[in-house]
């Protein structure tokens, strides 16, 4: 255990023994156990750091096909299913049914199952959501919906555990200290996974914008930007109010170009599985981290009990400040897949270019959410939160007044691009924060307040996307980013107290 891993121990917890030897690990009541990597030849070493690294290469692979067809099956939800309201309060109830899963299913399934049948046995429930695409009706679409929501919680809850494990495992290897290595995976895995964004919606725009009928194209002046009359495309941005009924940009594409695009997403949804079945290995429960353990070292069995410690864990005034920022995390990402999309792009490109803009939100959230965690080393935590929320503040105020025509095509692009940036920021800086102003014995519940209050956003943005206009939603977002960036400030402020008052004590 190196002087800065005991360090950090002495901080979180003041009366551990600092006794240590350089040979040893250190239990809490300063006992030295000798420790067993020391004891391997280096030929061994070197194969488990490649066996940990392949599991890490194989699980983000996985992810990448599997994510790829239901990423962008959900970025067109609102366009190719907007009958009713059918596609976004379909994926409102995915996340409703996620919310409950979060609760009640990932321990047990995990417990019985294991990491690599649990990642399998729930990444089968996505398949069971993209076969109701092929035939979208309120029948097959909304069962799918609930049963890729239940799903959906075992496999990210055993994928982050699996991940944790297997980063532990590499640290005690390279000598290094846990939360440096699981950082680490955690960003290479979020960098694959950003990534998703971009092939999906490649896939989708080409197969969406090339017409499989022969005679569509008779003519040879094909072209993949739908040119529509002016006083139809007056409805379209902020103005959208679920009535443009003359509008063919929003026609639904021919079912033959929908099959190709729901079968190729499939097929990569079963290459997924594959995957894990033939190359991820398996990993033992029980080596999970004290965020997911009881008192005796244990996993607690009981989901309820997980219930009542989230809720319980709502007193704690640091998480009602920051329910509000991971309220607006939700509402921000309906907003862009549920209404941005329809809205602006299909409203006045086609549906067919919703692939090609989402690319770029795409290219740009990878790559953020890559620098965003090397940048705040040298900003600093608040800053790279307020240039998150002043970035969608200006995004949204211009998409209140922007009207939305083909002749400004870049400014689509470039829109796409800085909602990436934010988003990148959130979702890695939001997980960070709630690690950081939480106590290790705090996180298992703060993270499941996370998971819960994140879904509620999806499901406010998806439950009224439907029966409100663009502008409205807009401004309730703008609201949302304000109150959250108040409670934010909020817990910086204390934090920043609670330092100098620790300070203080050791001087």
Same mark, same amino acid.
């Given at each position: 255990?190196? &002087? $800065? ?13 600092? =006794?240590?030897? $350089? ?22 070493? $070197? ?9 890490? !290469? ?25 009958? /009713? ?9 995915? *996340? ?8 009640? #299913?990932?321990?047990?399934? #995990? ?40 799903? !959906? ?24 200290? &846990? ?12 960098? +694959?996974?950003?990534? =998703? ?12 914008? +090339? ?12 072209? %993949?930007?739908? /040119? ?9 941005? !902020? ?30 949804? +079963? ?55 991971? %309220? *607006? ?44 965690? $090397? @940048?705040?080393?040298? %900003? ?60 290790? &014995? ?13 879904? @509620? ?51």
């Amino acid at each position: 255990m190196t &002087d $800065k891993e005991i360090e950090l121990r002495e901080v979180s917890n003041p009366g551990y023994n600092k =006794t240590h030897s $350089k040979d040893g690990t250190l239990s809490a009541n300063g006992t030295i156990h000798q420790d067993p990597v020391a004891e391997l030849p280096l030929p061994i070493l $070197k194969q488990h750091k490649r066996k940990i690294l392949k599991n890490l !290469a194989v699980l983000s692979l996985a992810w990448l096909f599997l994510f790829t067809g239901y990423g962008a099956i959900q970025n067109l939800q609102s366009s190719l299913n907007k009958d /009713e309201g059918l596609g976004t309060v379909s994926v409102s109830v995915i *996340y409703g049914s996620l919310v409950l899963s979060c609760m009640f #299913i990932p321990p047990v399934l #995990i417990d019985a199952l294991g990491y690599k049948w649990t990642l399998i046995g729930s990444m089968f429930c996505y398949l069971v959501y993209m076969l109701a695409n092929f035939y979208a009706s309120w029948y097959t679409l909304i069962p799918g919906a609930i049963i890729v929501g239940l799903g !959906a919680a075992p496999a990210w809850a055993a994928k982050c555990a699996y991940l944790t494990n297997r980063g532990k495992e590499y640290a005690q290897l390279t000598k290094d200290t &846990d939360a440096a290595v699981v950082t680490r995976f955690f960003g290479i895995f979020f960098m +694959v996974f950003k990534l =998703t964004q971009v092939i999906g919606n490649a896939i989708s725009s080409t197969v969406l914008s +090339v017409p499989l009928n022969p005679e569509s194209n008779s003519t040879g002046n094909f072209s %993949i930007i739908h /040119e529509i009359e002016e006083e139809i495309l007056e409805q379209c941005g !902020a103005q959208y109010c679920q009535d443009i009924t003359n509008n063919t940009n929003l026609k639904r594409p021919d079912d033959r170009q929908v099959y190709l695009l729901m079968g190729i997403y499939f097929a990569l949804g +079963v290459l997924a599985i594959m995957i894990i079945w033939i190359f991820l290995d398996h990993a033992d429960n029980q080596q999970s981290d004290s965020a997911s353990t009881d008192g005796d070292g244990k996993r607690p069995r009981c989901s309820p009990a997980l219930l009542v410690a989230t809720f319980r864990h709502l007193r704690h005034p640091n998480q009602l400040f920051i329910i509000p920022l991971t %309220i *607006y995390r939700g509402l921000e990402q309906g907003f862009l897949s549920g209404d941005f999309t329809k809205s602006y792009v299909s409203c006045a490109l086609g549906i067919n270019m919703v692939g090609f803009v989402m690319i770029c939100y795409g290219v740009s959230g990878s790559l953020f959410s890559f620098l965003s965690g $090397k @940048v705040v080393k040298y %900003i600093g935590r608040p800053a790279c939160f307020w240039a998150g929320a002043v970035v969608h503040f200006c995004v949204q105020v211009a998409l209140v007044y922007w009207k939305p025509i083909p002749e400004q095509l870049p400014v689509f692009f470039v829109l796409a691009a800085l909602w990436g940036l934010s988003d990148a920021i959130w979702q890695t800086q939001i997980n960070a924060l709630y690690g950081c102003i939480f106590s290790e &014995d705090e996180q298992e519940a703060a993270f499941a307040n996370y998971r819960m209050w994140d879904s @509620v956003g999806f499901i406010m943005a998806f439950a009224y996307s439907s029966y409100i206009c663009t502008n409205m939603k807009l401004f309730i977002l703008l609201s949302v980013l304000g109150a959250g960036m108040i409670g934010y400030t909020i817990i910086e402020i204390k934090e920043c107290k609670r330092e100098r008052n620790s300070a203080a004590l050791e001087t």
